[in-house]
């Protein structure tokens, strides 16, 4: 929901007040809110117009009675229950439902042991061996056991950061993400830029890319500025793609279908995550000739992590780096970390499926952005995580602020690498968000601190923390500083194909290489020829 989910979050926050339980026969609030979270949203009845939902108040001020906190959905939403949020109403199909289903939770704190060592109650007394809880299929008989597997509740969870056991190059982690790694001063570090784009690399923004990328752009060590571009399949020119890794920039995968079914992501199998971001490589490495191997990064569709079996596919399929968890807005930004032991921040972002488990994956962390227009003077709002999911950025000038105020919060306290985070049709939308965002570029190169650098730099630089003085010879961000060789082809193969998978559909598919037989997807993703998964 993005934009619209924040913005019905403040109404629903600000429409709290607290009702008297009403004198009658119905349950008590006592009982109505026992073992219930004081954030969980429900209805006292089916009937109505589904907007209105109430939630236990527990506050002390009530001298110790719990009361009903009501909410009202604004006209023409309804409150989703399993979703905990109000949307348009023809998108809820829960209003006959009082509450989310509950779930049965495992029995983990007792004041005797009631299981023998080595395994855990499930939330009917029956004993199962601890490294099963959280597998992803239930061992319980009352599936108990893949009930409780957040970031902090889940018994196999990855341990605290230890600094003594995480060291680098392989391994980074600090008790609340904010350390420089090396111990560097943050004078002597350089203030890193990501810039990355999501979604398909075609005619409708590779004149947008050629402008910000225009090769006259150099970082302080003499090298072109770069960027790091998450493509999604359907509609991507893949001679496009191969001419922006020629020219240094990189290439990570953002999904082979984009799936809107939010579901699909949040709780994809191993095997859906696996056809998603191998087949989209293997797409990529073969349409856009790349053969070097240098695709590592993903993205989720939505930013819907996949938690747990997300990463041991990475893991398993050599991919570097995630970059779709994102930190809260908070007083000094975040370094990205490796997984191998706990995030150093709350599980932030859609669906909150963030991976519980120790992984050999780095991850690219999204710092949200501070979109107030006047930070001295305005309220608090909630960050961005997209620069484009900053609603209230309606013009040039409050684009500029944005840029140069959160530049400031990342260089003047830890100088953590700052992600400008875009769809190439927000910059696009408005003359002057590129053109300020330009001005931004060229304005941060007069310096002599600050670098504009892939996702895979960063991840560089983190594994050989080098001081400023020392980057005009770091030779991991001199291997793509100089662009080799000529344009593949100037005219590529417009490749009119279809898919038993896409009944009905004719898509073009543009390439330097040989046309495939079908349009490549996900159980065809050569294109080869049509093949079942087994």
């Known amino acids: ?166 060291t680098l190059p392989d391994c980074f982690c600090s008790a609340d993400g904010t350390r420089i790694p090396g111990a560097l001063e943050p004078a002597n570090v350089p203030q890193m830029i990501t810039i990355t784009f999501n979604g398909a690399v075609n005619v409708d923004n590779i004149d947008l890319y050629d402008e910000v990328f225009n090769g006259q752009r150099a970082n302080p060590n003499g090298c072109q500025i770069r960027g790091t571009f998450f493509v999604s399949h359907k509609y991507t020119n893949y001679s496009a793609v191969q001419e922006l890794h020629r020219k240094g920039h990189e290439i990570a995968v953002f999904s082979l279908t984009h799936k809107e079914d939010p579901n699909y992501w949040s709780q994809g199998s191993y095997d859906d995550w696996l056809a998603e971001m191998a087949g989209a490589r293997l797409i990529i490495e073969r349409f856009a000739n790349l053969s070097d191997g240098s695709i590592i990064g993903v993205r989720a569709p939505y930013l819907r992590v996949g938690g747990n079996r997300q990463f041991e596919m990475m893991a398993d399929q050599f991919f570097v780096y995630d970059a779709s968890i994102t930190a809260s807005l908070g007083r000094v930004p975040i370094w990205p970390y490796t997984l191998y032991f706990r995030m150093p921040h709350k599980c932030n972002g859609n669906a909150h499926n963030c991976p519980s488990r120790s992984h050999p994956v780095w991850e690219i962390v999204m710092n949200e952005l501070d979109r107030r227009d006047d930070p001295t003077f305005d309220e608090s709002l909630p960050g961005c995580h997209m620069v484009d999911s900053c609603s209230n950025i309606q013009t040039g000038d409050q684009f500029a602020r944005l840029l140069r105020h959160n530049f400031n919060r990342h260089f003047n306290s830890n100088r953590a690498p700052l992600g400008l985070h875009f769809h190439a049709s927000w910059l696009k939308s408005k003359k002057e968000f590129k053109e300020e965002l330009i001005k931004f570029i060229e304005e941060m190169l007069a310096r002599n601190d600050v670098y504009f650098v892939t996702n895979l730099q960063v991840v560089q630089w983190m594994q050989n923390p080098t001081e400023l003085n020392g980057l005009r010879d770091f030779q991991e961000w001199k291997e793509k500083c100089d662009i080799k060789g000529q344009p593949y082809c100037s005219l590529p193969n417009s490749c009119a194909l279809n898919t038993r998978e896409l009944p009905g559909e004719t898509l073009r598919l543009f390439t330097c290489m040989e046309c495939p037989n079908n349009y490549p997807w996900i159980l065809d993703p050569t294109g080869d020829g049509f093949s079942v998964r087994k």
């Not at 108040?57 to 604004?74: E, I, K, Q, Y």
């Open 1 to 166: 929901m993005g934009t619209k989910s924040l913005w019905l979050c403040f109404f629903l926050l600000g429409a709290v007040l607290a009702q008297d339980d009403n004198e009658s026969d119905d349950p008590t609030s006592e009982e109505l809110c026992l073992n219930r979270p004081a954030d969980e949203y429900f209805r006292l009845s089916t009937e109505g117009d589904c907007r209105d939902v109430v939630r236990c108040d527990f506050n002390s001020d009530n001298n110790g009675v719990t009361r009903l906190a009501s909410v009202r959905c604004p006209v023409g939403l309804a409150f989703d229950v399993d979703r905990q949020t109000c949307d348009w109403k023809t998108n809820v199909k829960n209003c006959d439902k009082l509450e989310k289903p509950r779930k049965i939770m495992p029995i983990f704190k007792t004041d005797e042991p009631v299981c023998p060592e080595g395994k855990l109650s499930c939330g009917n007394g029956e004993c199962v061996e601890k490294e099963l809880f959280c597998n992803g299929k239930p061992d319980c008989k009352d599936e108990s056991d893949e009930n409780a597997c957040s970031v902090e509740t889940d018994p196999n969870r990855a341990p605290d950061c230890d600094t003594t056991q995480c």
